[in-house]
């Protein structure tokens, strides 16, 4: 079955950190242009990072620069999202999302909550 399944939410306090990871089954993600969004509440899905195929990513959102690092480990077929000094405006529904040509595959998503 090819399927993306993230994993790694939960519940954290403001300041912590969280490691998402979102595996495939069923094809390679080392052909893939990978991405992690996220959702929150009544607000529309917006894209956090891209990564190549080469596993090079530059251009995070304003808003996670300097605390969230995308990487991917193609052995493990997984791609990862290390978020750093949570704050409780990164709640949100988090997803991955492989992409090559025009065929795309998203994740279930997986819940961040960031609240003391």
């Known amino acids: 079955q090819v399927q993306l399944v993230e994993s790694g939410g939960g519940l954290v306090q403001p300041g912590g950190s969280l490691r998402l990871s979102c595996a495939a089954s069923?094809?390679?993600?080392?052909?893939?242009?990978m991405f992690w969004y996220r959702q929150a509440p009544g607000k529309e899905r917006e894209l956090v990072a891209p990564?190549?195929?080469?596993?090079?990513?530059?251009n995070y959102a304003d808003s996670v620069k300097g605390r969230f690092t995308f990487s991917r480990d193609n052995a493990k077929n997984t791609v990862y999202l290390q978020m750093n000094s949570l704050k409780p405006e990164d709640t949100a529904v988090y997803y991955c999302?492989?992409?090559?040509?025009?065929?795309?595959?998203w994740g279930q998503g997986t819940q961040v909550t960031v609240s003391s």
């Open positions: 069923g094809f390679t993600l080392s052909s893939y242009a």
């Open positions: 999302k492989a992409v090559h040509s025009t065929w795309a595959l």
């Open positions: 990564i190549t195929t080469a596993g090079g990513s530059t």
